[in-house]
């Protein structure tokens, strides 16, 4: 069974569209997270949300909303699509365990979804 | 957040044990250490954490000096399938916070 799952995995589209990204965790895990990836690798943290509630908001464009029905799903959904939105976003899920006296954060991310903006 | 810093690249021979160090000397006292992979296409995947000394499980290993200023991150006999990229991580205990991954170390096993 996927623990963490996105769709579509690859989206191709024209610029100025709106679309929108699904994921979906079936870990039980109370935060979920946006990363994305650009043609460099570099891989940064966009969203998180724990209990349907926003507690990380990065700087980004507000072009970029996510939503969050319920714990185990969140979604992305990108309006007025420019060219350097094309790049590799992944959606990750994450609980806390205990680590020698200390907290720790686990996240688990999903395949990805590969966006090209024409 | 404490900032990360590992080669950028490294390559090995199959069958070799692989030690990638990453430096953090700025951590703090409730800071611990996490290591990702990466194949291509894919998204990182957990492998280790570890907060002080010695952490092994079944794929790899994680040793910590007691200074916690440095970590290694440990890989018996890697094969071919271990060609992936490697972040470490360092984040703070007690909350969901913003883990920042660095330009991670690209490890290429050679037949």
């Known amino acids: 069974d996927t623990a963490v799952s996105q769709t579509p995995k690859y989206l191709v589209t024209q610029m100025g569209n709106d679309k929108s990204i699904k994921c979906e965790q079936n870990?039980?895990?109370?935060?979920m997270y946006w990363y994305k990836q650009d043609s460099k690798k570099f891989l940064k943290i966009m969203f998180s949300?724990?209990?349907?509630?926003?507690?990380i908001n990065e700087t980004v464009p507000n072009r970029f909303s996510p939503k969050s029905p319920d714990k185990a799903h969140l979604n992305l959904h990108i309006n007025s699509l420019e060219l350097g939105d094309s790049a590799v976003y992944f959606c990750?899920?994450?609980?806390?365990?205990?680590?020698?006296?200390?907290?720790?954060?686990?996240?688990?991310f999903g395949p990805g979804t590969r966006l090209t903006v024409l | 957040l404490a900032k990360t810093t590992q080669p950028i690249s490294m390559d090995s021979y199959e069958g070799q044990e692989v030690n990638i160090t990453c430096s953090h000397n700025?951590?703090?006292?409730?800071?611990?250490i996490t290591w990702y992979q990466q194949f291509p296409s894919q998204g990182p995947r957990f492998i280790i954490q570890?907060?002080?000394t010695k952490v092994t499980n079944e794929v790899a290993s994680l040793f910590i000096p007691a200074d916690r200023k440095s970590s290694t991150l440990s890989l018996p006999r890697v094969s071919l399938s271990d060609t992936a990229v490697y972040y470490c991580?360092?984040?703070?205990?007690?909350?969901?916070?913003?883990?920042?991954f660095g330009t991670g170390t690209k490890l290429q096993v050679i037949p």
């Open positions: 990750a899920s994450s609980h806390l365990t205990a680590l020698a006296g200390v907290t720790s954060d686990t996240q688990y």
């Open positions: 700025n951590i703090a006292t409730n800071d611990y």
């Open positions: 570890g907060y002080k």
């Open positions: 870990l039980g895990h109370d935060t």
């Open positions: 991580l360092v984040a703070s205990s007690g909350g969901y916070q913003k883990v920042t």
């Open positions: 949300y724990n209990n349907k509630e926003l507690i």
